[in-house]
């Protein structure tokens, strides 16, 4: 599953309110996700990485909501910040990223 595991999902920066409304909010946009709400779950999302911009697990969400949004230029703006943080987690997401590439819009 993404993002699960060891606590490194952030690197200790922002305030610990601002860490858990994050986590929070990427909660919420999971839930939505798995209930196809994907336009919705990206605002959620979006708070969180503003909120919290370290946190890798709203970070890969966000990266797989633009994939499944077919929003190539976002995916991969994501990816990168991704890449930066947590360059494991990066290589599974190239794989999706590779894959929206070839789908035709």
Same mark, same amino acid.
């Given at each position: ?5 060891? !606590? *490194?999902?952030? *690197?200790?920066?922002? *305030?610990?309110?601002? !860490?858990?409304?994050?986590? +929070?909010?990427? !909660?919420?946009?999971?839930?939505? !996700?798995?209930?196809?709400? @994907?336009? +919705?779950?990206?605002?959620? #999302?979006? +708070? ?8 890798? =697990?709203?970070? %890969? ?7 499944? #949004? @077919? ?9 990168? %910040?991704? +890449? =930066?943080? @947590?360059?494991?987690?990066? =290589? ?6 590779? =894959? #929206?590439?070839? *789908?035709?819009?």
């Amino acid at each position: 599953a993404w993002g699960r595991g060891k !606590r *490194s999902a952030t *690197s200790g920066k922002g *305030s610990h309110a601002a !860490r858990g409304n994050a986590k +929070k909010l990427t !909660r919420k946009a999971l839930r939505l !996700r798995k209930k196809g709400e @994907h336009e +919705k779950a990206l605002r959620y #999302l979006q +708070k969180a990485v503003t909120l919290e911009p370290d946190y890798v =697990k709203a970070h %890969v969400h966000l990266c797989l909501t633009y994939i499944t #949004l @077919h929003s190539r230029d976002e995916a991969i703006k994501e990816y990168k %910040v991704v +890449k =930066k943080l @947590h360059p494991k987690m990066a =290589k599974r997401l190239r794989r999706k990223l590779k =894959k #929206l590439k070839k *789908s035709p819009k």
